[in-house]
C-alpha cells in the first residue's frame, strides 16, 4: 500500500525555522516526482516545491517560498524534506506532501490528479 505520512508541523515565530518530513512507504521516492502543497484556510491549496526523480536534479519552487524553502530527500530513510526558513505568518497552512510518477501532472497539471497524497501537517507561523 502506498502511503505518505508527513510530520514536524508545530508552531514557529515568524523569522524561525521549520523542517517538515515525508516518509514514503509503498513505493521509492527516487522513482516518483516529490512535491509539497500548502492550503491556508479559506483559501485555495497551493503547490509549493518539488523534486523530480532519480535524484531531484530538477526543482521547482513558488514564487511564494523560492529563496526561503529547500526541498530534499534521503533516498535510505525513502524520505523528502521541506526546509522552512525566514518563515512569515503568511505561511500558515495545513502543508500537503504529494508523489506521482509524472512531473509535469506534479508541477503543473490538475491536482486532482496527482496520485498520492500525504495526510497534512499543520504549520501555524506567529508575528
Known amino acids: 500500500e502506498v502511503q505518505l505520512v508527513e510530520s514536524g508541523g508545530g508552531l514557529a515565530s515568524a523569522g524561525g525555522s521549520l523542517r517538515l518530513s515525508c516518509k514514503a512507504s509503498?513505493?521509492?521516492?527516487?522513482?516518483?516526482?516529490i512535491g509539497w502543497f500548502r492550503q491556508a484556510a479559506g483559501k485555495e491549496r497551493e503547490r509549493i516545491a518539488a523534486m523530480s526523480s532519480s535524484g531531484g536534479t530538477t526543482t521547482y519552487y513558488s514564487h511564494s517560498v523560492k529563496g526561503r524553502f529547500t526541498i530534499s530527500s534521503d533516498t535510505a530513510k525513502n524520505t523528502v524534506y521541506l526546509q522552512m526558513d525566514s518563515l512569515k505568518p503568511e505561511d500558515t497552512a495545513v502543508y500537503y506532501c504529494?508523489?506521482?510518477?509524472?512531473?509535469?501532472?506534479?508541477?503543473?497539471?490538475?491536482?486532482?490528479?496527482?496520485?498520492?497524497w500525504g495526510q497534512g501537517a499543520l504549520v501555524t507561523v506567529s508575528s
Open positions: 504529494a508523489a506521482d510518477r509524472h512531473w509535469m501532472t506534479l508541477v503543473a497539471g490538475d491536482e486532482r490528479y496527482v496520485a498520492h
Open positions: 509503498g513505493f521509492t521516492v527516487d522513482d516518483y516526482a
